[in-house]
């Protein structure tokens, strides 16, 4: 190979990588507290949420970290911007087939595929089995993830979940 040919088949590779389009954000979080919860709540539990698509987007991985709670009995990603309530989506701990919640609070690892998508907002255009359409909503911040106490059974902190 003649060494022009060389230079120009690198040019053409690193031109090719400037214009290709950017990845969609892969990593997500919520940062949990009773304030964010609709009504607001005065809670001294608090936590995480970080979500991370993998590279073909059939699925995501998770972390849901919490503490400063008694009686957690589940965690939920919900359809709703800030301060607007809004079905349940999809299943992080205490139902749904997902592993039990940690009572006193603790860390669930796990992974969402698109059979984990519920049909609880479907009338919003959200089908069951969807994970496409319920990744886009994620990342366009109109999700919430929170998590719900026997004292609290309608959720104690809550987070939208946002870019990282």
Known sequence: MTRLRIVSMVAALVLAAA???AA???TLVATFSGYAENPTLNSAGSGTLTIT???DE???SYVLTYEGLTGTSASHIHVGTPWLNGPVVIFLCGGGGRPSCPPE???VEDTIVASNVTAGAEAQGF???DLATMLAAIRAG???ANLHTAARPGGEIRGQIVPQ
Do not use: E, K, R
């Open 19 to 21: 214009v290709a389009p």
């Open 24 to 26: 969609a954000q892969q």
């Open 53 to 55: 698509v993998s590279d």
């Open 58 to 60: 059939q699925s995501f």
């Open 105 to 107: 609070g603790g860390t």
């Open 127 to 129: 089908p069951a089995g």
């Open 142 to 144: 109109a999700t919430y």
